[in-house]
């Protein structure tokens, strides 16, 4: 990754105590052309306009910082574990050069984008802050400057050491967050944890004793494995639905691209009562394939066999994801079967909370 250009508000301050803003696309920096919204170009400039719309007070508040746009800027429903790859890379680095990181992003992908991050990053001991907004920069009453704004005051306090989305006001632990509106300003919820921190006034208050930095010792561990080995298809996702039979799970499982798959189930943990369901996930589980489970609810956990229905999930090797997000166990199973691992670790870390995401 080059060296980025100066910022207007980084002139004369040590790199070291600067913020790094790395803008992926997104709505954020969307502007209006001939087929309507596109990704728009110098972010830099832009971003720079905004801020300077805050109050004097609050301008003088911000931290330094520094923009890099990546040359090909996407839509975040085009991003693929490879984005995710990059963007740890890309942080890791930059990692000794910069105080902190703010990641722009578009919104659809963003919870998807900080739990990867979260596992590649592990260890962090630094603030790393994903932010996007639900209407371009320029847009009269937009969301982007209230969302770069506290971005970047977050990014710049260094008892946050963890990755975080900061979003409507809320900062959130990454790898707890869903997006939970399409349409709405606060379209980010942390279902299974409560807030790392919130604007209050004119103050962004952190909360340590809810963030990881209390927990980690010692030097980041990252794990940055080749995100291509699970970038074409080889984890599934699958929902169940009322009806739904062995041959169909059957059909998704045993394709030999497949490496592991999760499974949401109703409830705490149940699925249909057919035997030759569960003989499916026996069969593919006797396969290698790393099958894990959480359920459809946003809020609360699995407990796999806590009724007749799930009975025989765990005998059947699936493993229990607790109150994770599907964001959480999807891209936790994607990290796991990217590493040169015995089925046995893969299996014993997943359920091992690894970044406060169980």
């Excluded at 040590?14 to 803008?23: A, G």
């Excluded at 971003?47 to 911000?62: D, F, I």
């Excluded at 989305?165 to 349409?183: C, D, M, N, P, T």
Aim: aromatic share 8%; glycine share 10%.
């Amino acid at each position: 990754m080059a060296m980025p250009p100066y910022s207007p508000l980084a002139d004369s301050v040590p790199t070291q105590e600067r913020i790094l803003v790395i803008y992926t696309g997104g709505t954020i920096g969307m502007q209006q052309h001939a087929e309507g919204l596109a990704p728009g170009g110098d972010f830099t400039t832009r971003m720079a306009t905004a801020l300077n719309q805050l109050p004097l007070a609050q301008q003088q508040l911000l931290p330094p910082y520094q923009v890099i746009s990546y040359a090909t800027l996407i839509d975040s429903s085009a991003a693929t574990p490879l984005t995710w790859q990059q963007l740890a890379r890309d942080i890791n680095d930059q990692l000794t050069a910069y105080a902190g990181f703010v990641i722009i992003h578009g919104t659809d992908t963003l919870s998807w984008t900080a739990a990867s991050l979260a596992y590649q990053l592990q260890g962090l001991d630094r603030p790393v802050v994903v932010t996007g907004s639900m209407s371009p920069l320029e847009s009269p009453g937009s969301d982007a400057l209230d969302n770069l704004h506290g971005a970047l005051q977050f990014a710049a306090k260094p008892e946050l050491q963890e990755v975080a989305i900061y979003f409507a006001g809320q900062l959130l632990r990454g790898v707890r967050a869903i997006k939970q509106h399409s349409e709405a300003a606060n379209a980010f919820a942390s279902p299974n944890y409560p807030l790392l921190g919130e604007r209050v006034g004119d103050d962004f208050v952190y909360y340590p004793s809810r963030g990881l930095g209390l927990q980690q010792r010692g030097a980041p561990r990252f794990e940055l494995p080749d995100y291509r080995l699970v970038n074409q298809g080889e984890i599934v996702r699958i929902a169940l639905w009322p009806g739904i039979s062995a041959w169909q799970l059957d059909a998704w499982l045993s394709d030999s691209r497949v490496k592991g798959a999760l499974l949401q189930l109703w409830g705490a943990g149940n699925l249909p009562g057919d035997p030759s369901v569960l003989d499916v996930l026996a069969r593919v589980r006797g396969e290698g394939k790393l099958l894990a489970a959480i359920s459809q609810c946003p809020q609360g956990s699995v407990h796999l066999g806590a009724y007749a229905a799930g009975h025989g999930l765990s005998n059947a090797g699936v493993l229990a994801g607790d109150d994770m997000t599907p964001e959480a166990a999807f891209t936790k199973l994607a990290h796991l079967l990217a590493q040169p691992l015995a089925l046995e670790d893969r299996q014993q870390l997943f359920l091992t909370s690894l970044v406060g995401e169980r």
